[in-house]
């Protein structure tokens, strides 16, 4: 298929589809005689793998290792599970550290609420503030 039937079918502009490919993402496109990129059906669901993985965190780099072998067409089963492994414990840190910062930040806001009565909302703001640093 044309790049324009790609990126219709995709959701992605066409730009975007030739930046992939430059990366090395999406492979076996065909050059014709006029010039025209010929994609394999196959760039479909690997442009929709791009996707969903970029959106679960992965970089391009992480993405090259998770596609199919450039040579053989094929998943290394082994480097898969491993890489989808990494990304899962990875994410389990970052919902760790949004954990803790979301308690902070929910800590603040209860500081912020019990304003003493009468204190201005500056002098508060510094009362907060100067607790934080305590901790």
């Known amino acids: 298929m044309k790049i324009g039937e790609l ?5 992605l502009n066409a730009s975007r589809i030739r ?7 999406i492979r076996q496109v065909e050059r014709q005689a006029n010039g025209y990129r010929r994609y ?3 760039a479909l669901q690997t ?5 969903c993985a970029q959106q679960a965190g992965f970089s391009l780099e992480e993405l090259r ?7 053989t ?33 929910q800590n603040v806001i209860e500081n912020i609420r ?10 508060n703001a510094e009362r907060v503030l100067a607790s934080l640093k305590h901790e």
Do not use: W
Request: aromatic share 4%.
């Open 73 to 105: 067409g094929t998943f290394n089963h082994d480097e898969l599970v491993a890489g989808l492994e990494r990304k899962v414990e990875q994410i389990e840190v970052m919902q760790l550290h949004l954990a803790q910062s979301k308690a902070k930040l």
């Open 7 to 11: 990126a219709q079918l995709s959701g």
């Open 47 to 51: 442009l929709e793998l791009i996707r």
């Open 114 to 123: 019990a304003r003493p009565e009468g204190m201005a909302c500056d002098a």
């Open 40 to 42: 394999p059906a196959q």
């Open 65 to 71: 290792l998770l596609l199919p072998d450039a040579a």
């Open 19 to 25: 930046f992939y490919e430059a990366q090395g993402l």
